[in-house]
């Protein structure tokens, strides 16, 4: 008489035998698996972009817009602009700052963009060589007033 332990006893080498060979046929069909799972998740993009046409559209501008501002005063755009663009960018930025008011985050980021153009413009101004001011020797000793 076969109780269920029994059966179960016997059912494991076919349970370990069957893992075996699907796992086998796996490792066989590993790059069609993954063919058809790239293949149906881009079938599946492709129906939901068709149906949300004008929001991908319109995500697709934004991320466009997102990426000009990126790349509008990366440090390719400051070697290649010109003096007078480097001028008029630095005004609106400047103006920007000024009307940034309790936007600790924004005002720092412009500070810091502020900071750049003038290190840009210096650079162009003096070459490489270092900007000093004058020394001047008063009477009375190096940087003392004439107050007599």
């Not at 069609?32 to 599946?44: A, D, E, M, N």
């Not at 700052?97 to 750049?116: E, I, V």
Request: hydrophobic share 35%; glycine share 4%.
């Amino acid at each position: 008489m076969v109780t269920k332990e029994n059966h179960k006893e016997q059912d494991i080498p076919k349970v370990a035998e069957d893992k075996k060979s699907i796992m086998n046929w796996i490792e066989a069909h590993k790059k069609q698996l993954i063919l058809i799972g790239i293949s149906i998740s881009t079938l599946i993009a492709i129906v939901l972009s068709m149906q949300n046409k004008d929001t991908m559209m319109e995500l697709l501008d934004n991320l466009k817009d997102e990426v000009e501002k990126a790349n509008l005063y990366s440090s390719k755009w400051f070697k290649k602009a010109t003096n007078a663009e480097l001028n008029e960018a630095r005004e609106k930025v400047r103006l920007e700052y000024c009307a940034s008011g309790d936007d600790f985050k924004a005002a720092c980021c412009l500070q810091n963009l502020l900071g750049r153009f003038d290190k840009e413009l210096s650079k162009r101004a003096w070459g490489n060589e270092i900007p000093h001011a004058p020394s001047i020797h008063r009477e009375h000793g190096w940087y003392l007033p004439n107050d007599d």
